[in-house]
């Protein structure tokens, strides 16, 4: 198991940016995709971006070239560097890991929440 901790969210306006980081502890992370997803108010929870395990990036087409997700296996942790923010990318952010041997994430932070001031 994988304990996460997210830190890094807060108020920021419109064309701003903003870095997330997710603290890892309990395991490496060399044998885990580690994600971010984030949540609105009344929304459904969404991904954001991935870095694989080998350390190759995808994200969700609402935030290609502005969101850009990293990780430091040294250092057991992922960032995820979001610039140009718009007011609709407000939601609390999680990130999550996932085993290179298992279909699903099993574990979770407690969410940082974002906010983007128009």
């Known amino acids: 198991q994988v304990q996460l901790v997210e830190s890094g969210g807060g108020l920021v306006q419109a064309g701003g940016s903003l870095r997330l980081s997710c603290a890892a502890s309990?395991?490496?992370?060399?044998?885990?995709?580690m994600g971010w997803f984030r949540q609105a108010p009344g929304k459904e929870r969404e991904f954001v971006g991935i870095?694989?395990?080998?350390?190759?990036?995808d994200y969700a087409d609402s935030v290609k070239g502005r969101f850009t997700v990293s990780r430091d296996n040294a250092k057991n942790t992922v960032t995820l560097q979001m610039n140009s923010l718009k007011p609709e990318d407000t939601a609390v952010y999680y990130c999550a890991a996932r085993h290179i041997l298992r279909p699903a994430y099993d574990d979770w932070g407690q969410g940082t929440q974002v906010t983007v001031s128009s």
């Open positions: 870095a694989w395990s080998s350390g190759r990036t």
């Open positions: 309990g395991r490496t992370l060399n044998m885990y995709a």
